[in-house]
């Protein structure tokens, strides 16, 4: 009997792969945890029954993350991950050797232990020496924090359930605090194209803005998640993402990267009219 897994996009649209085998499955005390095994997509890890991420596309959204930033301002050396359990923002980050300090803050531990397992080609980044491992709430860990990072990255799940704390304006406000005064915040910004994620799309934006002076949205294209088409937030308080990007000094660098190129960067930044409308309705 053929196995396929269902992400349901919404209550009317959903994915479905097949599965070749379920290759782990439990409940920690934060969320359900699965690692299922694809022909197609390769591994699939999913939490509470999303797609998380996918071995074959997982790239493109850890990459969007860590270097749009860092090629606005490739002298960062101080960074904040909250969530990133999976090792795939790190993994990115880790590339640079400039960067000093990265505080990860992840607070379910077993989905760090799972993925060390089973997805180790993004996990044992999580071993490099300048990784710091924090199992607590992001909100609680942020929350005393005063000028610490110049760069904090939001990879975070749903805006509902565990962590809906991550979506608040206090939560925004407290990143701001957190940062140095050209600090970069960099969050996952949901999908636009469904009306109950556009609708935390527009939310998320109209929060935002009340904390940064700064706030462009930009895009990305991931085939495992709901429409493919996937949004990124880019805050700050001094760093504009178009007029300040540093094309020849992230360029000499040599990062190697297999989605995002400088020449790219202007053109994530082009959103489509719909997209510009419901962000301009949320302003």
Known sequence: MDLWFNDEHTDSVKLSIKVEKQVFSAQSEEQRIDVLETREFGKIL??????????????????????????????????????????????????????????????DPLLVEVCSKYLPEMANSLNDPRVHMYHEDGVRFIRSLNDEYDLIIIDSPNPYGAG???FTREFYGLCYKALHEDGIMINQH???????????????????IRSFPIVKVYQG????????????????????????????????????????????????????????RLLKDAE
Do not use: C
Request: negative net charge; hydrophobic residues 40%; without cysteine.
């Open 46 to 107: 999913a939490v509470d029954g999303d797609i998380m991420l996918t071995q074959k596309d997982e790239f493109i959204y850890h990459e969007l993350l860590v270097h749009v930033p860092m090629a606005v301002n490739p002298s960062i050396k101080e960074v904040l991950v909250i969530g990133g359990g999976d090792g795939g923002v790190v993994r990115e980050l880790v590339k640079y050797d400039s960067i000093e300090i990265i505080d990860v803050v992840e607070i």
């Open 221 to 276: 294209f991931i085939p495992s998640y709901p429409s493919g088409h996937w949004l990124f937030g880019f805050a700050s308080k001094r760093f504009h993402p178009l007029n300040d990007i540093q094309d020849n000094r992230w360029n000499m660098l040599g990062i190697e990267t297999r989605y995002y190129a400088t020449r790219l960067h202007k053109g994530i930044f082009a959103l489509p009219v719909y997209v510009e």
């Open 164 to 166: 809906e704390g991550l």
């Open 190 to 208: 949901e999908s636009p194209f469904y009306t109950d994620e556009a609708y935390m799309v527009q939310r998320m934006h109209e929060r935002i």
